[in-house]
């Protein structure tokens, strides 16, 4: 069973958005909704790399200890490079368990990047050490799992243990992308990560796709036909 959680409604929720904009003020993730769902161990699940014209899909997922959670999680895309990797460090340190989850760019291909992306994340949980009695997902949809679970909109900025996902989803994918840098020096991975950026785009149209990218991408697939 996946239960969806989301925002308030839009009007609501646009304003207090410019709000929090206007003001400064942001609030951090938390473990709410950790301790709403199940007495048992709770995990967070994100992804990162749902968008880029090359590479994989990668989640992960985190059981944090409730009563050893490193200060700083939030969403990954709002801390620097080097704030993540610290809290990457501290996340697999100090967390009950973690796993990383990987979706290959044929798998991409082959089941399109949503249902890559629900492999990648089942496979994450899969992973884990421990057994959880619940997880929570980051986004609007859930895997079609044995697990019970809700998806958390926004659930990176929201809860610890879906931040604590981001994360190190985001690290491992950059560290991914870097080292296939090496091999493919012309795209400028190693800084756009695969995301299609003028740099990436201009070296696609003069040396043409590599293994690593998703041929069921648009700017690809539209280069594969000329």
């Given amino acids: 069973m996946c239960v969806r959680l989301w925002r308030s409604h839009p009007v609501m929720a646009a304003a207090t958005a410019r709000w929090a904009h206007r ?3 942001m609030p951090m ?11 048992g161990l709770v995990a ?5 790399g749902r968008g880029p014209l090359a590479g994989p899909v990668v989640a992960a997922a985190v059981i944090l200890r409730a009563e050893d959670c490193p200060e700083g999680l939030n969403d990954s895309k709002q ?5 993540r990797a610290e809290l990457e460090t501290q996340v697999k340190a100090r967390a009950l368990c973690w796993g990383i ?43 079609q799992w044995r697990w019970a679970s ?16 981001s994360i190190l989803a985001k690290e491992e ?4 992308m870097i080292a296939a840098a090496a091999d493919h020096p012309h795209y400028g991975w190693e800084s756009n990560k695969g995301y299609g950026s003028a740099h990436h785009l201009a070296a696609l149209r003069e040396h043409g796709p590599t293994p690593l990218h998703r041929r069921s991408f648009s700017p690809v697939a539209q280069l594969l036909l000329l």
Avoid: Q
């Fill in 173 to 176: 994918r950059d560290r991914m």
């Fill in 23 to 25: 003001s400064g003020f």
């Fill in 101 to 143: 989850g990987v979706a290959s760019v044929a798998e991409i291909d082959d089941l399109n990047i949503l249902w890559a992306t629900m492999l990648a994340m089942t496979r994450a949980v899969e992973a884990l050490s421990a057994d959880c009695a619940h997880v929570l997902v980051g986004g609007n949809r859930c895997p």
């Fill in 44 to 48: 967070g699940v994100d992804e990162a």
């Fill in 29 to 39: 993730p938390d473990f709410s909704h950790e301790l709403r769902h199940h007495p």
């Fill in 150 to 165: 809700t998806a958390v909109v926004d659930g990176d900025a929201k809860c610890l243990s879906i931040a604590a996902a």
């Fill in 79 to 83: 801390l620097t490079a080097k704030r």
